[in-house]
């Protein structure tokens, strides 16, 4: 069973640089393919960055150059280190794990089963 569970939500200022954290309180090795996504105010989900269980990555472009996706096996832990943070970076933040479809595009939040409870991150200008 996978339990997935996103560190506490922040607050930052323009060009701020936190990490979140996503750890498997399930006991399941996390060596499903893993994500992180987001959803702003009104807004759609959508994917941010994605990680293969062979450790290929993806990035949006939005976020390429500035987010990291990284998994720390050990820990059980997906960790998302972000820089340069702008407003419209501003969203709650989910991780996802075990991909249900290699038909869909990689960062489509269709591909996974398992979901975190979400994690506001909110940037001011």
């Known amino acids: 069973q996978v339990q997935l569970h996103e560190s506490a939500g922040v607050s930052v200022p323009h060009g701020g640089s936190p990490t979140l954290s996503c750890r498997d309180s399930g006991n399941a090795s996390l060596k499903y393919d893993m994500g992180w996504f987001r959803q702003g105010t009104g807004k759609e989900r959508e994917g941010v960055a994605d990680?293969?269980?062979?450790?290929?990555?993806i990035y949006e472009d939005c976020v390429k150059g500035r987010f990291i996706i990284s998994l720390d096996n050990a820990k059980n832990t997906l960790s998302l280190p972000m820089s340069g943070l702008k407003p419209e970076d501003t969203a709650m933040y989910y991780c996802?794990?075990?991909?249900?479809?290699?038909?869909?595009?990689?960062?489509?939040?269709?591909?996974?089963?398992?979901w975190g409870q979400g994690t506001q991150v909110s940037v001011s200008s």
């Open positions: 996802a794990a075990y991909r249900l479809t290699a038909t869909l595009p990689r960062l489509s939040p269709l591909n996974y089963k398992y």
């Open positions: 990680m293969t269980g062979n450790g290929e990555l």
